[in-house]
């Protein structure tokens, strides 16, 4: 069983940065195509960014596109999500989530471990 364990969250201003951290229980986990999703109040979950095993390729949602970094470290068996110039409507809570195989998809209903989430929130 992977566990994932997010962290990072809190309360910013508009045109602000921060830095999300997903850390993975098990080794196994560099092989897994990872997600990050958000969930805002009153709206369905959605894609955000994601990393894929095979090709090694970032995916990003258009509305973060150009914002938000996805990227890895192997050694400490992390993904993390940098987030840039955050706007109010970036608020939600982040979820980190894993897929077993290697190639990335955007559904989540595609990922099998899911972290707890971390709370963003951008004032204005």
């Known amino acids: 069983q992977v566990q994932l364990v997010e962290s990072g969250g809190g309360l910013v201003q508009a045109w602000d940065s921060l830095r999300l951290s997903c850390a993975a229980s098990v080794r196994t986990f560099s092989t897994y195509a990872m997600g990050w999703f958000r969930q805002a109040p009153g709206k369905e979950r959605e894609f955000v960014a994601g990393i894929s095993r095979i090709s090694r390729s970032t995916y990003y949602a258009d509305s973060v596109k150009g914002r938000f970094t996805i990227s890895e470290d192997n050694a400490k068996i992390t993904v993390y999500l940098q987030m840039n110039s955050l706007k109010p409507e970036d608020t939600a809570v982040y979820y980190c989530?894993?897929?077993?195989?290697?190639?990335?998809?955007?559904?989540?209903?595609?990922?099998?471990?899911w972290g707890q989430g971390t709370q963003v929130t951008v004032s204005s």
């Open positions: 989530a894993a897929r077993r195989i290697a190639s990335f998809s955007r559904q989540g209903n595609d990922y099998d471990y």
